[in-house]
């Protein structure tokens, strides 16, 4: 068994005490058992630390030297328990996410803005991207992610809601071109499409039997940036179909109106990822639980 800090915190009590009787009293054990502790310490380092006279105590060349090393040791372990009782009752340190982009923006970051005024002592870095990163290789604390999860035995998830969505145009557009009430109307109406390379998102939006249907609209606009569809929607370009996280300030602002869609259109599920562990960390548990309770209000908005 390593001894090597046996008698170092007698050691030091002793030398800031002044006596051995003084440091027996603290610790609350004999004189004649804190010099046997000191004792076996000079034994054990083969040098002596202490000068001892009738009248006082002193500390040698080398037992200065070694009471100054032991004081720095002793002050790192107490401040280090410090910070593990206080991370028990307290988040702390820092906490690091990967979202998607656009997501995040509108809806990861303004929570995690609330979660740190909450609790001083914890620090959150976030990563905007909309590829798939790796929690272990990249060191992440926790994912939010868009769609089907990952077959991984290492992560744990949790739902945060689903992505609803809703189709819709500016007032002026409407107001010129008529307000679509059902799918077939949608094929005399300029749409503006999410779209990647030659793919193009399709829409689902309920038919007249309240199902939801597949509707691939004609496009002569083509975007593979949802605010930047939303900008053109609100223009006057056409109709778009948009996530109701995005569209509540364009409501408000009175630049768009909701078509048809968002009360049951359902899209991708939206989850929170983190790595399976036997003791999860305080700061991943605040985090996780502030997105369990913010996130889904954010995503029914419109």
């Excluded at 036997?278 to 639980?289: E, F, G």
Aim: proline share 5%.
């Amino acid at each position: 068994m390593d001894d090597r800090l046996s008698g170092v915190a007698e050691f030091v009590n002793v030398v800031e005490s002044g006596s051995f009787a003084a440091a027996a009293a603290q610790l609350g054990v004999t004189r004649s058992a804190v010099a046997k502790v000191i004792a076996r310490l000079e034994h054990r380092l083969n040098t002596r630390l202490l000068q001892r006279t009738t009248r006082s105590l002193n500390l040698t060349g080398e037992g200065a030297l070694y009471y100054e090393q032991c004081k720095r040791l002793l002050t790192e372990l107490s401040e280090t328990e410090a910070a593990l009782l206080a991370s028990r009752r307290e988040p702390t340190g820092r906490l690091r996410m990967t979202v998607p982009v656009l997501f995040g923006r509108q809806c990861v970051a303004p929570v995690m803005r609330r979660l740190i005024e909450r609790h001083p002592l914890l620090e959150v870095e976030i990563a905007f991207n909309d590829r798939m990163a790796d929690l272990v290789e990249d060191r992440f604390d926790i994912a939010v992610r868009m769609g089907p999860l990952p077959d991984h035995a290492t992560l744990v998830s949790r739902q945060l809601g689903f992505n609803r969505m809703a189709l819709c145009a500016s007032p002026a557009y409407l107001e010129q071109h008529g307000h679509p009430t059902t799918l077939r109307d949608l094929d005399t109406h300029a749409c503006i499409v999410y779209a990647r390379g030659a793919h193009h998102t399709p829409w689902r939006l309920p038919g007249p039997d309240g199902q939801m249907q597949t509707y691939q609209p004609a496009s002569r606009l083509r975007l593979d940036d949802l605010l930047s569809i939303a900008d053109a929607a609100a223009a006057g370009a056409g109709l778009a179909w948009l996530p109701c996280w995005l569209i509540p300030s364009y409501l408000n602002a009175g630049q768009l109106t909701v078509v048809m869609g968002h009360e049951g259109v359902l899209d991708a599920q939206v989850n929170v990822l983190w790595l399976k562990t036997r003791h999860m960390p305080l700061k991943v548990r605040v985090a996780i639980d502030a997105l369990v309770d913010e996130v889904p209000r954010l995503l029914t908005q419109a």
